[in-house]
Every structure is written in C-alpha cells, then in structure tokens.
C-alpha cells in the first residue's frame, strides 16, 4: 500500500516538528519513514499509519534525529572545506601559482613604500570584513526570498551562507586591523604578513566566489526541487 | 545489529561493496537489504546509516541524485570514480583483518 499525498506532507510536518528544518534533510527522512510504514502496512494492514509512524521513529533512537542532523551539517562544511582546499591547492601551480606569487610581492612592496603602514594594514582588514559581509548578507537576503516564495530551506544554503564553518575566521580579520601596531617590522616580518594576508584573501575569495556558486550549481543539479534564484 | 561494536568499523565497507553491486540504492533499500542478506543477523540502525552515508558523500566517495518515484522525492546514492576505487581498498583491508582474527582466535584455521 503506498502512502497519499496528504499522508506524505504529514510525514514532512512531523520531521519538521522534530526540530528538522532543511527540507533536503527532511526529503530523505521522509522517504525513509515513507517506505518503513508502507512496509508495516502491507505486513499488518490494520495497523493504522499514526502507529506505524511511531513505530518508525523509535527506530532512529532516543534523541531522535538530532544525530542525523548533527552528522549532516558536520559532513557538508567538511565537503565545503575540502572543496576550498582542492581550489586552494591550485594556486601554488602553474599557472597560477605566478599570480599568487605576484600578489604577495605588490603587497608587500606597497607595505614597505607606504610611509604609514597603518593605511595599507588597516584598508586590507577592512576590505577582508566588509566584502565577505556584504556578499553574505546578499546570501541571506536570497535565503529569506526562496523561503518566502517557497517555504522551504536548505541545510545546503546554509553551509554556503556560513563558508562551511569558516565565518568564524572573519574575527582574526578585525584583529588584523589592530596587530603589532606600533612596533617597527622588519623586511621580514613585511614578507611574512604579505604572504599570510594572500593566502587568507585567497582562502575567502575562493570560498566566496568559486566554492559557494558550485554548490549552488550542484544542489540545482542533484535536487529537482531547489530554486536556483 | 546483533553487536554493533563489532560492525560499527566495517559500516563503511558494507554501504560500498553494497553499491559496487548495485547501480544506485537509497537509505531503506539499504537497510532492507543488509537485512536480508544477513538472514536478519546484522540490522544498520537508521542513526548509524544517514550519518554513514553523509559522510561518504562528503569524501566524495558517493554522488547523490534525487528522482520522484511514487507521490514522494527519493535519494540515491552511487559510488563515484573514487568510491570504486576505494571500496576495493576497503575490501582488502577488511580481508586482511578476518585473515588476523582468524589467526589469532582459530590458528589452525588460518
């Protein structure tokens, strides 16, 4: 016997009353019950569906879905991460590799000629807050819309929206801002802060701007149901 | 499953060679199917699967397609390039590991 319509969105209703918010985690676990209760039903036919559910759901464990949840968002900011490295790793090849190298070498020739080095070290820190913000509130707003216009929100988008768990580097950015202040750097300090400043842009950049619309291509492509807006 | 500390570490395993069998499953035919194979023995709890599989998927061992089949959307997993080739490094690994166990606990079986 297989299950209604009515009966399918009463499932989503109840994954959803399970704290299970992200219609892509919702759509496989309804499934699961779906086919777990249909299988009951065909063995005991006067089992009725409530029963059938509960009995389903015991089987996930006493915490329920929370698990599954919790391994989900664990496994897509580890994919999110792995992406970000996979790019990353490309900049230290040729081609590419001469551009990373170029833009350490304009940096820190612009640390050394600007006569306050505040300016450069404090318009960089700057920019490396406010771009990746900005781009994530546009992200957010996008978010909000699609759950608008269809009630619905992906654990995808979320991972997106929060660079796979990297948001939490913007905090050093603010810090950069303020490093080692008033003390005199040396060439090699200059060189050193040059190449970590690269690498940090390049890490944001990559996440922004190649890792973030991937997976929005990749989730179009994988789910029917998801707008690509 | 019957001890899940003694399957717990093969999980992994089992859910590749499972889908070096078949074209593409989706979680309960899984399940269903470990079921049946192990004549009952062995049951994957639904907490240890999804887990399994989401972390499979994000190693980029599995790709994922979604189809509507019946009134309701259904997930399938398959192996990528590198689930294939993965699942035969598995495999060994775990031969090896029956091979060691059965040395240690039956010597003249080994």
Do not use: C
Request: hydrophobic fraction near 45%.
């Amino acid at each position: 016997m297989k299950l209604t319509e009515p009966q399918i969105q009463q499932l989503y209703t109840f994954t959803q009353k399970h704290y299970v918010d992200w219609y892509d985690v919702q759509t496989e676990l309804v499934d699961h019950l779906a086919n777990g209760i249909e299988t009951q039903l065909e063995e005991n036919p006067n089992l009725t569906f409530e029963s059938a559910l509960h009995f389903e759901f015991k089987k996930f464990g006493v915490i329920g879905f929370s698990d599954v949840i919790e391994e989900k968002i664990k496994a897509l900011n580890k994919h999110y991460q792995l992406l970000v490295w996979h790019y990353f790793k490309d900049f230290f090849k040729l081609p590419k590799i001469i551009l990373t190298l170029f833009f350490v070498w304009g940096y820190f020739q612009i640390l050394i000629a600007v006569p306050n080095r505040l300016w450069v070290v404090g318009v960089s820190s700057f920019l490396l807050f406010v771009i990746p913000i900005y781009k994530i509130y546009k992200q957010s707003q996008r978010i909000k819309r699609i759950k608008k216009q269809t009630n619905k929100k992906w654990l995808f988008d979320n991972t997106s929206l929060q660079l796979g768990g990297m948001i939490q580097s913007l905090n050093i950015v603010i810090q950069i801002g303020f490093f080692n202040r008033d003390a005199i750097w040396s060439n090699a300090f200059s060189l050193s802060f040059s190449v970590a400043i690269v690498l940090f842009s390049l890490a944001l950049y990559i996440a922004i701007y190649i890792v973030s619309p991937k997976l929005r291509k990749d989730m179009a492509k994988q789910q029917p149901d998801y707008k690509f807006a | 499953m019957s001890n899940s500390k003694l399957y717990k570490g093969s999980l992994n395993t089992i859910i590749l060679q499972l889908l070096n069998q078949h074209d593409k499953m989706y979680g309960y035919e899984i399940t269903q199917k470990v079921k049946a194979l192990t004549k009952g023995e062995l049951n994957i709890t639904e907490g240890a699967l999804y887990p399994a599989l989401h972390k499979l998927e994000a190693e980029g061992l599995l790709d994922v397609e979604v189809a509507k089949v019946d009134n309701r959307l259904r997930k399938y997993y398959k192996l990528t390039e590198t689930g294939t080739k993965e699942t035969v490094n598995k495999l060994e690994e775990l031969a090896e590991y029956i091979r060691t166990m059965q040395a240690l606990v039956n010597p003249k079986l080994a």
